[in-house]
């Protein structure tokens, strides 16, 4: 019921910005809170950051606070994700996800995922 694809993904130097973007559609008049994980090769998918369906709150990452943010455009149905001061280890496939209801920091709890999109953060 709800199709998610990201992009903005690439490679960047260590200090360096990107920004993230994922768009969804189909039934998007549903209330959705949405995130962004992150997965490295081998390890378990983690949580960066998620914004209500409102827009009036958002919840970060300790990886991620002072860094990136989180914010969403109702209007055009699409959230994003501005990285700044990248670093090696924010190096992983990130994930745009969604979930009609509360807020939540555990990926089994949302219903809706994108494909991902690669940052890769040389030093």
């Known amino acids: 019921q709800l199709l998610l694809v990201e992009s903005g993904g690439g490679l960047v130097q260590t200090g360096g910005s990107l920004r993230l973007s994922c768009t969804a559609s189909?039934?998007?008049?549903?209330?959705?809170?949405m995130a962004w994980f992150r997965q490295a090769p081998g390890k378990e998918r983690e949580f960066v950051a998620v914004?209500?369906?409102?827009?009036?709150?958002?919840y970060y990452a300790d990886s991620a606070k002072g860094r990136f943010t989180i914010s969403r455009d109702t209007a055009k149905n699409t959230v994003y994700l501005q990285m700044n001061s990248l670093k090696p280890e924010d190096t992983a496939a990130y994930y745009c996800?969604?979930?009609?209801?509360?807020?939540?920091?555990?990926?089994?709890?949302?219903?809706?995922w994108g494909q991902g999109t690669q940052v890769t953060v040389s030093s």
């Open positions: 914004v209500t369906s409102s827009a009036d709150s958002t």
């Open positions: 189909g039934r998007t008049s549903t209330t959705y809170a």
């Open positions: 996800a969604a979930r009609s209801g509360f807020v939540r920091v555990k990926a089994h709890e949302y219903e809706y």
